[in-house]
């Protein structure tokens, strides 16, 4: 989960001008755009937060279910986060679990979050042991069967300065090393930090399997992406008007190592920018990304599938 939110949906707030406006401005913005016309080879949402969205998990596996989106990877981003993902994915059989400590968390857990910007409130700093101790407990969450992935870690340059960045490449490397021990796939959060977050892969040796989440890079990365066998996600942001890097991130990326995913209930796509977005919504990126590749829905969907299971190993 990116801090996309603020951005996904301050251009869809409420006017100031007419009471009757906003009322009406923020009915929009909040209720769930409708389902789209089901895709007729099922994908998998390889990247989710059933936790931060509206509704049970029940009814939102069952509604992506009947729109071709049988199969979801729930996404952990602190340890409470990841508990839940973990107990998830064991009573859903269409619910896979990745588990970690998001980026931003490793310089809240060390040195504190006293404004309680996030979602588990304000805290004091708990220094290197506190974050040692949540690696512990990711680490035996990896262990799980149900499991399939550690992430969303990496790097995110864009909220925390300076002083958190070594907490953050700390947590990055635990979570790689945690990854390859366990045998699971490897979930990259990357928020203007690319060229940082190539380094500590290269430096510790990448998973067998790698996946950069919403893929934030440009064509030129892409390629070294592709070089080394990285998997790239491509969220709802790609069909934005200004997200022209992404789309040429995406013709030029191989096939085989092309993912779709939500980061729901973030990144909503066009033409339901800025409203809740969910699982059963991928159809809808599934359908732009198979028109920059310039082929058809269903081709692209079936790489698509075969992609995801290969790059969680289920």
Not at 248 to 264: N, S
Request: glycine content about 8%; hydrophobic content about 40%.
């Amino acid at each position: 989960m990116s801090p996309k939110s603020a951005a996904n949906s301050a251009e869809n707030s409420p006017r100031n001008s007419a009471k009757s406006s906003a009322k009406s401005s923020a009915t929009r913005t909040d209720e769930p755009p409708p389902a789209p016309e089901p895709l007729r080879v099922p994908v998998a949402d390889s990247h989710t937060h059933l936790d931060m969205q509206g509704g049970t998990v029940t009814d939102a596996l069952a509604k992506a279910a009947s729109v071709g989106v049988p199969v979801v990877v729930q996404v952990g981003c602190d340890v409470k986060g990841s508990r839940w993902a973990a107990d998830t994915a064991a009573a859903h059989a269409s619910v896979h679990a990745a588990v970690a400590l998001h980026p931003n968390e490793a310089p809240r857990i060390v040195h504190g979050d006293p404004d309680g910007w996030s979602r588990q409130g304000a805290r004091e700093a708990g220094g290197d042991a506190a974050l040692d101790d949540a690696l512990a407990e990711i680490d035996r969450l990896a262990a799980l069967e149900q499991v399939k992935a550690v992430g969303e870690t990496g790097l995110d340059f864009f909220r925390t300065g300076p002083e958190g960045m070594a907490a953050q490449e700390r947590s990055f490397r635990a979570h790689i090393e945690i990854a390859k021990r366990h045998g699971k796939a490897l979930v990259i959060h990357d928020r203007e930090a690319h060229a940082d977050v190539l380094r500590v892969l290269a430096d510790e040796g990448a998973p067998e399997r790698t996946v950069f989440h919403c893929y934030s890079g440009d064509a030129e990365m892409a390629e070294i992406c592709a070089a080394a066998g990285y998997f790239m996600s491509f969220a709802g942001n790609m069909t934005f008007k200004n997200a022209r890097p992404l789309r040429e991130a995406l013709a030029v990326a191989p096939l085989e190592l092309v993912l779709v995913e939500t980061d729901a209930p973030f990144l909503t796509p066009v033409p339901y920018r800025g409203r809740p977005n969910a699982p059963y919504l991928i159809p809808l990126t599934v359908r732009a990304m198979a028109d920059v590749r310039g082929i058809g829905e269903d081709a692209m969907a079936t790489a698509i599938s075969a992609n995801t299971a290969r790059a969680f190993g289920y």
